[in-house]
């Protein structure tokens, strides 16, 4: 029986998030610049994507740049933001095709203007698509959102807008560049590394968390559908006891 076929299509996370880690060390393992570790990462995002719209994941959000890469040699931030741009103009049909609508979670301020410019113009683009919702964390620092909320929600406070009393879970989801999201049911990190790295603090409170030793340029469908075999094999008990749950 195939992967695939054992996977319950109704019990599906809702969002899929994924720090795709190991592109340089898949680069070094075979010799070449880390460079083209990154460019083959782009193999596996394009393959992740489709993958996920086929299945029926209502939401995938993808870590590609996070606040603390900007202190990455100029050159490999460079490439970064040039493979970015060109994958953007490259993929516009493949999320057109696929009905996929493009988001982008970040200070993307940060961005060099050419790679704003191309991010907003397929945002634009793929603004009615309907069947999965692919958020980019561009420039993303869990903390600097956090950061952001208080200061905005502290604000609304100072002028009277909100009371500190209403200040609660959907007041601060609403402040997060999350706003339009659910929350993080499935949570991968590939290349073995076993931390957050300063993604989605507040989203994962209650993800589930699946690490694999697989690099993410060698990330491909079986490897996806693994992991939501594994999700889908986890008793979510949010707290409650397993006797409650049944
Ligand atoms: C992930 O791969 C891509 C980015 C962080 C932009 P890395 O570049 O972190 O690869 P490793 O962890 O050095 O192997
Ligand atoms: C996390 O990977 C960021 C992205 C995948 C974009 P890093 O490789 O930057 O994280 P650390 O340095 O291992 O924590
Ligand atoms: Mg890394």
């Known amino acids: 029986m195939k992967l695939l076929d054992t996977i319950d299509l109704t019990n599906l996370p809702k969002h899929l998030a994924i720090i795709m880690d190991g592109n340089g060390r898949w680069a070094k393992q075979k010799g070449m610049l ?27 959000t993808l870590y590609a740049f996070s606040t603390e890469n900007w202190n990455r040699p100029k050159l490999e931030v460079d490439t970064l933001m040039k493979i970015l741009i060109r994958a953007l103009k490259k993929e516009l049909k493949t999320l057109q095709d696929n009905n996929i609508k493009l988001n982008a979670i970040g200070c993307l301020e940060k961005l060099p203007k050419s790679a704003q410019d191309e991010l907003l113009d397929v945002i634009n683009k793929t603004k009615d698509n309907t069947r999965m919702t692919l958020t980019l ?63 989605l603090l507040w989203q994962i409170a209650y993800a589930e968390l699946y690490f694999t030793d697989i690099l993410w340029p060698d990330f491909k469908e079986q490897d996806l559908y693994e992991a939501i075999i594994s999700y889908q094999k986890r008793e979510r008990r949010f707290g409650k006891t397993s006797e409650q749950i049944k």
């Open 34 to 60: 880390r460079a083209l570790g990154h460019e083959s990462g782009t193999k596996s995002v394009k393959v992740n994507i489709k993958a996920c719209a086929k299945l029926g994941i209502e939401n995938l």
């Open 137 to 199: 964390a561009l420039s993303y620092g869990s903390r600097e959102e956090i950061i952001n909320a208080v200061r905005n929600i502290s604000d609304k406070v100072k002028n009277n807008i909100i009371s500190i009393d209403s200040i609660d879970d959907s007041i601060i989801n609403e402040h997060l560049y999350t706003r339009n999201l659910p929350e993080v049911d499935l949570l991968i990190r590939t290349s073995g590394e076993h931390r957050i790295s300063n993604f």
